[in-house]
């Protein structure tokens, strides 16, 4: 098991870095962007760096950077405003959190531009209107990014890992491999649709088989073999033959 899952580093072709992960948790948890309750926000990013790393996956350095950074807005955060460092000269003694405010909401504003392009361009593939519309971007909104991302993917096998029993140091027998669990979903996946992210998991408690099954799925999504997604925000995430 141990060998398996060296040898497979996974790594999704995926635009995705910190600042989706930040989105992702200030979404999941239904807070204010102007008011991120920042303690909470880094405890969870830390978390979730913790499994990437457990997975193997490949961390950005831009993801220790901006853990850096929350650890810094949490320390100044912890303070009394009287006793925090002065701000830096020509910069305004602000609320420790509002840079990384203005860097979501202009990355979210860019997103939502990007998303709404490209359905733009799926629509109109085959169109040939006389005249462009001038004023076709939308306006920044709260509206929650609706695509599944690997922190989705992540969150969930969170909740499956936590019912696992054992020690996670502990070396276990060679039985589960990734290439196994792959012929297992891809089985499973002749016989029905679609099937549940719970379902995969059956009634497995070892934590070497939770984890060989999750690190399957990443593979046969990086391989385009599969497609997961959600009927609405935050439901049980569902896969199916892509």
Do not use: N, W
């Not at 141990?2 to 200030?26: S, T």
């Not at 949490?74 to 420790?96: C, H, I, Q, T, V």
């Not at 169109?127 to 969930?156: C, K, M, Q, T, W």
């Amino acid at each position: 098991m141990l060998r398996d899952m060296r040898a497979c580093k996974v790594a999704l072709e995926l635009f995705e870095g910190p600042l989706d992960l930040l989105l992702f948790l200030i979404r999941r948890e239904e807070v204010d962007i102007f008011d991120i309750p920042i303690m909470k926000i880094t405890d969870q990013y830390l978390q979730y760096l913790d499994l990437m790393r457990m997975l193997d996956l490949d961390v950005a350095s831009e993801f220790l950077v901006m853990a850096a950074t929350l650890l810094q807005i949490k320390s100044r955060m912890l303070l009394p405003p009287e006793e925090r460092p002065p701000a830096e000269e020509g910069e305004e003694d602000e609320d420790p959190r509002m840079a990384l405010v203005r860097q979501l909401l202009e990355y979210k504003r860019f997103k939502e531009a990007a998303g709404f392009l490209s359905t733009m361009e799926g629509g109109q593939h085959d169109v040939y209107p006389r005249y462009v519309e001038r004023s076709f971007l939308p306006e920044a909104s709260d509206a929650p990014l609706p695509e599944i991302s690997i922190f989705d993917l992540i969150g969930a096998f969170s909740e499956v890992l936590r019912r696992c029993t054992g020690d996670p140091r502990e070396i276990v027998e060679d039985r589960y491999t990734v290439t196994d669990k792959i012929a297992a979903i891809l089985e499973m996946l002749r016989s029905r649709p679609a099937i549940r992210f719970s379902d995969l998991f059956g009634a497995a408690l070892v934590r070497a088989e939770v984890v060989a099954t999750f690190l399957a799925l990443l593979e046969l999504i990086r391989m385009k073999r599969i497609a997961a997604h959600q009927p609405r925000p935050f439901a049980e995430i569902e896969i199916c033959a892509a």
